[in-house]
């Protein structure tokens, strides 16, 4: 049986989904798949993913980062396969005229309802009270609606973390961690 990792690059600037075949493996025993087609940006500061979030829904890895910028994207990997499907499928971008700038605390996670909608939850930061909120978007397969408010920025700083959804699939549950 198959395992897979995801990891980014030393320099944060590449997503890499590693394999092995082995049931114990050691560092040597991972093979990078279909790197050549794999997320990409520049080494510039502003384009570091400095959050990213892997989920296997359906035998898919479905993963997404925040960049240094408050860029948010989706990506699809077919382990079927061991390629990419999709590739920096833009979500959001914080920081543009809806909401103030980065966050200071960034995070980034997702999740997947039964009927297939893709959740991204992200954080931004808001100047006027000097904190981190928490947004989502959702792809319901014809695109994203994204900078829904899901916890208004405060003093604290939110961080976006695992996702539950309810067995109804409209129950969001997002466990935050505030500092």
């Known amino acids: 049986m198959a395992k897979y990792i995801v990891l980014t690059t030393t320099d944060q600037a590449q997503l890499h989904v590693l394999k ?57 990997f077919n382990p079927g396969d061991d390629t990419w499907t999709t590739v920096d499928e833009f ?28 959740l991204v939850f992200y954080t931004y930061h808001q100047t006027t009270n000097d904190g981190d909120g928490i947004l989502y978007a959702r792809e319901e397969g014809s695109g994203w609606t994204n900078d829904i408010l899901y916890a208004a920025a405060a003093s604290t700083s939110a961080k976006a973390n695992p996702v539950a959804i309810g067995p109804d699939s409209s129950d969001i549950q997002l466990l935050t961690h505030c500092t």
């Not at 493996?25 to 400095?50: F, H, K, L, M, V």
């Not at 035998?59 to 699809?76: E, N």
């Open 20 to 76: 092995t075949t082995i049931s114990t493996p050691g560092d040597g025993d991972w093979d990078s798949q279909d790197s050549s087609n794999s997320p990409r940006y520049t080494a510039a500061p502003e384009d570091a993913i400095i959050s990213f979030w892997a989920y296997e829904f359906n035998s898919d890895i479905h993963i997404a980062t925040q960049q240094a910028s408050g860029r948010v994207a989706y990506h699809l």
């Open 91 to 118: 979500v959001a971008a914080v920081g543009d005229t809806n909401f103030d700038e980065v966050p200071d605390q960034p995070g980034v996670s997702l999740s997947i309802r039964a009927d297939g909608d893709v």
